[in-house]
């Protein structure tokens, strides 16, 4: 196995197990470090979808008895509201998925992507009031549906899945452990679907001899985001978000500063 691209397999997919789940984008963080690793081409757009189902199968571990429960018919309710919340990204997703990748698949648009998200996430803090929903087995249909619409925000890239769906719960009404764990949840139905998608159509661009490296980007990204789930719903019991927003603000800063300075020379691939 090539040592050097086992390691950048490695850093990507644990930059993925760490960023998926929090409010930063781990989308944008990707393009950036492919970006300064020169890791690119279709084969590398493969395995950023091999490294997302590494996170997506954080979530289900974690929440083993509750997918558990889902798989037998045991929870309807939530079962309705993840189809209801998946359902407006994935519709545009595929209308405008490919259009969306030519065009703003690039560090620079990127950064702008993170500085905008992150003063929407300082805006939206300044404007949640006390929660009417506790747990994500109170929501309603609705609840979810507004969520989804919100989560349509996350297919520019640098906005942020997680961000989205979080701060879009608090503002509908529910409490940050529970926008928090919806987001979880919602997490597995839109990395599975998008997974499943660009897996079939650039499967005849796999071989045997990728397996050891795509199998070190996805242990390590469930590894990274096993921690990040358990460490993040600590985390919102006692914190807001604007942490967050100040580092994305700061981060796409200085990716923007190092562009237009020519001290780093940004790349799309």
């Known amino acids: 196995m090539d040592l050097l691209l086992a390691a950048k397999a490695a850093a990507m997919g644990i930059l993925e197990g760490l960023t ?22 279709p084969k590398a757009t493969l395995f950023e979808v091999v490294i997302q189902s590494g996170a997506m199968l954080a979530v289900v571990w974690a929440y083993r008895e509750r997918f558990l429960g889902l798989a037998s018919g045991g929870s309807w309710p939530l079962l309705v509201n993840l189809a209801v919340a998946f359902l407006p990204a994935a519709v545009l997703g595929l ?5 969306i990748k030519r065009h703003l698949f690039a560090p620079v648009p990127v950064a702008l992507a993170f500085i905008v998200g992150g003063f929407v996430i300082l805006w939206a803090e300044r404007r949640v009031h006390a929660a009417r929903v506790a747990t994500v087995d109170r929501m309603t249909w609705l609840d ?3 969520i989804g619409c919100a989560q349509c925000l996350a ?13 879009g719960g608090l503002l509908v009404g529910l409490s940050r452990p529970a926008a928090t764990e919806f987001s979880f949840f919602l997490a597995v139905p839109m990395l599975l679907g998008a ?5 079939i159509k650039g499967r005849a661009l ?16 469930f590894v990274s985001a096993l921690l990040v789930i358990r460490w993040l719903l600590r985390y919102v019991s006692h914190h807001d978000f604007k942490a967050f927003a100040w580092y994305r603000i700061a981060f796409g800063l200085v990716v923007l500063l190092t562009a237009f300075t020519g001290i780093v020379h940004w790349d799309a691939d």
């Open 155 to 167: 297919l520019i890239p640098g906005t942020s899945r997680a961000g989205a769906t979080i701060i």
């Open 195 to 199: 997974s499943a998608h660009e897996l």
């Open 95 to 99: 209308l405008f998925g490919s259009a």
């Open 20 to 41: 998926e789940f929090l409010p930063i984008s781990s989308t944008g963080h990707l393009i950036i470090l492919a970006s300064l690793l020169h890791f690119g081409g």
């Open 144 to 146: 979810a549906f507004k």
């Open 206 to 221: 796999l071989s045997a001899g990728d397996a050891g490296w795509m199998a070190i980007g996805l242990i390590t990204a």
